[in-house]
């Protein structure tokens, strides 16, 4: 099946700092990506969708200030946590897919903001 | 909104067990459900689907029936294996396919011991 990965598998970071997590379809075009976030214990929620070469559409709730998308081509995408905090602490997935085709997972993300 | 709820882990059972991970769901149309699966180290994939009412979505020996009048997708498999420990998630789309927005459980993790 498609193999998508993510880079980096953990993250460590102070509070205050940005840090960029990339995803990448390994062997197809992604026309879509995704970007999800698991707090422990709850739901993966989707925090945005993005077409590539168009700006992200965020769900409601989502700051796209400091979640910053970016889509620039058809095997990755990037998610930019911003001033991030200890509240951003999170477990962050990444999707792809081609067109009306199914969701293609990443492995996660642990991000940790000390 | 539309919502997803899925048992509490960890499960843990005996290999050849029968295995029950009960999910419902909250929508206000007609969503198909999902179950995903989440072997360690790997991204999420999709196990089995049900797109309509009375649906039997089934694979690799598990099996789930989209049950409208419960609101229920409940995961079985009559004998599981030590390969089958892993995180399942339940979940449901507006769209028959998933691919787009998915709305997940918080997922319930299964260990099966020899």
């Known amino acids: 099946g498609a193999v998508v990965s993510q880079h980096p598998s953990r993250v460590i970071c102070k509070s205050g700092t940005s840090v960029k997590i990339e995803c990448r379809s390994l062997?197809?075009?992604?026309?879509?990506m995704f970007w999800y976030r698991q707090f422990p214990k709850q739901s993966l929620m989707l925090m945005a969708t993005?077409?590539?070469?168009?700006?992200?559409?965020?769900e409601q709730g989502v700051e796209k200030d400091k979640f910053l998308i970016n889509h620039a081509s058809l095997t990755l995408s990037t998610l930019t946590v911003t001033s991030a905090h200890p509240e951003d602490s999170s477990f962050y997935i990444c999707?792809?897919?081609?067109?009306?085709?199914?969701?293609?997972f990443g492995p996660g993300t642990r991000l940790l903001v000390l | 909104g539309d919502s997803v709820t899925q048992m509490e882990g960890p499960v843990t059972l005996s290999e050849e067990a029968f295995l029950t991970i009960n999910c419902t769901y909250t929508?206000?149309?007609?969503?198909?459900l999902f179950w995903y699966v989440q072997y360690p180290g790997e991204g999420l994939q999709l196990l089995l689907k049900?797109?309509?009412?009375?649906d039997k979505g089934s694979n690799k020996g598990f099996e789930a029936t989209y049950r409208k009048e419960t609101t229920s997708f409940h995961l079985e498999k009559g004998s599981v294996q030590v390969s089958d420990s892993a995180v399942y998630f339940c979940?449901?789309?507006?769209?028959?396919?998933?691919?787009?927005?998915?709305?997940f459980g918080a997922g319930t993790r299964l260990a099966v011991h020899p």
């Open positions: 999707s792809a897919r081609t067109v009306l085709e199914t969701q293609y």
């Open positions: 979940a449901l789309s507006e769209d028959p396919g998933g691919y787009n927005k998915l709305i």
């Open positions: 993005s077409n590539e070469g168009s700006k992200a559409t965020y």
């Open positions: 049900a797109t309509k009412a009375d």
């Open positions: 062997d197809f075009q992604a026309t879509t």
């Open positions: 929508a206000t149309g007609y969503p198909s």
